[in-house]
């Protein structure tokens, strides 16, 4: 057995043995280790610049509060219709993808891969899946139109509700 096994070998030995020696230790070792897998990556939530594309987006319901460091894009209209399709983005290649049905609209998703849950917020209740790529996946409606959002990393509930709860009409 080489000098690098030897050596791990007799840090697990010695671990071990200060876990059966010291009260406390081990539960101290476990709960270092499983916090840093179980605390959410926070993210600031912060107000979307609307001024310069207030014309073109007058009265459509968008949202108001995104993730920080995200910026508007673009939108498309398909034409005969009032749904609106938006993008944002920040610097390190992220985007959500935000979709605008006002006259209602279903999903559905394969949930092989994406854990569903509902998420209650002032005015509703949204749908979130999280994938298993560090997506996430929410849908909701406000008054009747149907909005569904794609982001392309991992948000917490909290933030989804507070961008739930600050969709609202651009004036």
């Not at 020696?21 to 107000?47: M, Q």
Request: net charge negative; charged share 20%.
């Amino acid at each position: 057995m080489g000098y690098t096994k030897q050596a791990l070998v007799s840090v697990m030995a010695i671990l071990l043995s200060l876990c059966f020696i010291i009260p406390g230790f081990a539960d101290n070792v476990r709960y270092t280790l499983l916090s840093v897998f179980e605390r959410p990556v926070a993210i600031r939530i912060e107000a979307v610049n609307y001024d310069k594309y207030l014309s073109d987006l007058n009265g459509y319901v968008l949202p108001k509060d995104l993730p920080k460091g995200y910026n508007y894009v673009s939108h498309s209209r398909p034409s005969g219709t009032e749904t609106l399709y938006v993008i944002y983005s920040d610097n390190n290649g992220g985007f959500i993808e935000y979709y605008y049905y006002p006259n209602g609209g279903n999903a559905s998703y394969d949930n092989e891969f994406t854990n569903f849950n509902a998420l209650d917020f002032k005015g509703g209740t949204a749908y979130v899946g999280h994938t298993d790529e560090n997506t996430t996946i929410m849908y909701f409606l406000r008054s009747d139109a149907f909005i569904q959002m794609d982001f392309q990393s991992e948000i917490s509930d909290i933030e989804l509700r507070k961008i739930a709860e600050n969709v609202c009409p651009i004036n």
